[in-house]
């Protein structure tokens, strides 16, 4: 069968399981669940947290005045090097210091961050000195780290659609004419481009949505935190989400009962926990995110991770998605193999041995 042809089958097979997963309940009830659970994610804090005090030590009798002006926590000190320390260690958000210099008669001092809600609590708006203005929060690393697992883990896990609708087909002997008419790894290549299709599309409109949901919740300095490593997922996100849907449909194409799924299954499913769990642990332990990030099933977190934090070399990131590549090169050509070796044995679990010996020599 000519290129051509192939390419067409391809096509066919993909529009065809994007109908037919866009005609479901389930699939709008799961995306309606992630926009729901975005809003949320964003207003909730505000509602349930948003009265919680800021504490800023205080030098001098005028910052105090000024912080017991507001519903700010003042912890006075008696020197600035006291107060350093403080905001350093992070047992304060920020200092208030009377200067003399300054137009307003304050400074604020902070460790990186600008500390938006205590300058605002302030009556007039005074000069803020950094620190460290290179260093990243570690709140908000825990926080970039987890959004990033979080998103990766939820749409690499639904990949598992991929699997039932392969199984659904092994079931009602569907596969053996779809077989019949195109090539089987046409139906491979279709599945993953019709999956991946739709989970970027799901979250394109995530994406437009969140600066919405954010200033709704009026958090959108979050959403200028997480900015710098957004350019850096997503071509992660694209590749590593591939490479798991390739195997997500051996996992389905190894069983012929929606019952042995799990078994088949289990392999993938650990390694689309392991960026979750493993990012959101170790997202402070340098090594372990290092390794993290060069490891095909893990690097479309940690990666854009440690960009975000400002780590890595300049070429690091590029071998990362160089490796990440040559993994789902690899992996699509042996889940081709164990597919087109699977899909129409019927029965008990196929074994990979079994599967990769009845695929039809390349």
């Known amino acids: 069968m000519s290129g051509t042809s192939f390419w067409s089958a391809t096509r066919l097979v993909a529009q065809r399981e994007i109908n037919a997963q866009i005609r479901g309940k389930s699939f709008w ?11 949320a994610a964003s207003i909730l804090p505000g509602v349930f947290g948003g009265d919680d005090a800021h504490t800023v030590a205080t030098v001098g009798p005028e910052a105090a005045q000024a912080v017991a002006a507001t519903d700010l926590q003042a912890r006075p000190v008696e020197s600035l090097d006291e107060a350093n320390a403080l905001v350093r260690d992070g047992e304060v958000e920020a200092a208030v210091v009377a200067d003399r210099s300054s137009p307003t008669g304050l400074r604020v ?6 500390p ?33 697992a979080l998103v990766f883990f939820m749409f690499a896990m639904s990949g598992m ?10 079931q009602t002997r569907i596969v053996e004419i779809l077989a019949a008419t195109v090539p089987v790894r ?28 954010l200033r709704a919740g009026d958090q959108g300095v979050v959403l200028s935190l997480i900015a710098p490593g957004l350019g850096w997922f997503v071509p992660f996100f694209i590749l590593g989400y591939v490479l798991l849907a390739a195997m997500w449909s051996v996992a389905g194409a190894l069983v012929s009962r929606m019952e042995d799924l799990g078994s088949s299954s289990s392999l993938v499913t650990m390694l689309v926990i392991l960026p979750y769990f493993g990012v959101t642990f170790f997202q402070n ?14 690097a479309a977190v940690a ?45 008990a679990r196929v074994r990979l041995g079994r599967a990769w010996a009845g695929a039809e020599t390349p």
């Not at 009830?29 to 809003?39: D, P, T």
């Not at 659609?161 to 092994?170: D, H, L, M």
């Not at 046409?186 to 949901?213: D, M």
């Open 116 to 148: 938006l809600e205590v300058t605002a609590a302030l009556v007039e708006t005074p000069e803020v000195e950094l620190l460290d203005p290179d260093a990243v929060n570690d709140g908000v690393v825990y926080l970039v780290s987890f959004a990033f």
């Open 161 to 170: 659609g991929i699997a039932q609708s392969v199984v659904t087909e092994k």
């Open 29 to 39: 009830i799961s995306f309606g669940v992630f926009v729901v659970a975005l809003f």
């Open 303 to 347: 990666m854009p991770v440690r960009m975000f934090r400002g780590e890595p070399a300049l070429w690091e990131p590029f071998l990362s998605l160089g490796l990440l590549a040559a993994a789902l090169v690899a992996c699509v050509l042996v889940a081709s193999r164990l597919y087109t070796g699977s899909l129409l044995q019927t029965g």
């Open 285 to 298: 332990n340098d090594l372990v995110l290092t390794v993290l990030s060069y490891v095909p099933f893990s």
């Open 186 to 213: 046409a139906l491979l290549t279709g599945k993953i481009a019709a999956f991946s299709l739709l989970t970027f599309g799901q979250v394109g409109v995530l994406a437009l949505l969140t600066p919405i949901a």
């Open 109 to 114: 001092v902070a460790n990186s961050q600008v």
